[in-house]
């Protein structure tokens, strides 16, 4: 299948709060302990931001980092996409009030909240309006504060999620673009398994216990992804014309340790070319991709030329990614 990419990625930059919370924290303020945290999730630590930190101010760190490697990254960007579930406010979006900080001229703003696959989302349409050749350069931030709305008194979410931000810069390539292919899909009926309440309190007629904290359904999320997301992953590779095999990094969603491991068990792909960003940062939805693959750009793991697919899934539900050749 052709794919007429006109993009490449041309910078990355993350900001991580320096707040950490340890497994042995986490012993101390709920019913947990460190063997039993690694053992079911494969999380050591996670970031939390401040109490007067919240995305926005993550996603500003992000960029001014990704300034320092690279001092021109916002001059000409016509247009920046933020992915979050975890926003300041319904209204400003992230996105304007990162334009207004660096005061960026004459450029779009928008916010994309499709939670864990935010991010995939955002390189789909960022290559989208490039290509289009609406645009020329756009800035994506995925930016989320999770600590926020999470219930540190329940044990089975709590300990998962940290606060992370990632900024990355999407460009028009001179020749052939780096997506080779795109694929999503959501299923909206089973969205009360993932959710977090704001104006209401029910999703699809089933009422949330906590209103403003997240809640999820463990056990239905691991069951639903290794028996789903394996499916995506092939559709996805069918349109960019390849094998798993050929694949030399898989960058699926940093969930759960024990559930990735299942999930490239279930497509009989190594662990070791997986990568992923939970043990030390633990689930940062749409963050915990591209956090996975700034640090391994900064372990020196990912080469030019190489092929990557990019796969998240999570609240919606929603599910989907990217194969990409890194350039």
Known sequence: MQYNSSSKITGIGAYLPQAILSNHDLEKMVDTNDEWILRRTGVRERRIAQKDEFASDLAINAVENLLKMQSTAVEGVD??????FT???????????????????????????????????????????ITAGSFK???????????????????????????????????????????????FTSDGKMAENVACSALSDSVNGRRLEKKGQFQQEGKFLYEYVVRNIPE???????????????????????????????????????????LTSNEYYGNTSSVTIPLSLWK????????????????????????????????
């Open 232 to 274: 995506g992953v092939n559709r996805l590779l069918e349109k960019a014309g390849l094998s798993l095999s050929e694949v030399d990094w898989f960058v699926p969603h940093s969930a759960n340790m024990r559930m990735i491991e299942a999930l490239v068990k279930r497509l009989e792909y190594p662990m070791e070319k997986t």
């Open 137 to 183: 350069k756009v800035l994506i931030v995925s930016s989320e504060v999770l600590s926020k709305i999470v219930d540190y008194t329940d044990r089975n979410t709590c300990i998962l999620f940290g606060d992370a931000a990632v900024a990355v810069v999407v460009e028009k390539a001179e020749d052939k673009g780096c997506i080779l292919a795109s694929h």
């Open 296 to 327: 391994a750009i900064e372990e020196g793991k990912i080469k030019p030329g190489q092929k990557l697919v990019l796969y998240g899934f999570g609240g919606g539900l929603t599910h989907g990614g990217i194969v990409l050749e890194w350039k």
């Open 87 to 129: 926003p300041d406010h319904l209204t400003p979006s992230v996105s304007a009030l990162v334009q207004g900080h660096f005061d960026i001229k004459n450029t779009g703003t928008m916010d994309i909240n499709s939670a864990c696959t935010g991010f995939a989302y955002a390189v789909c349409v960022a290559d989208s309006l």
């Open 79 to 84: 247009m920046i996409i933020v992915t979050t």
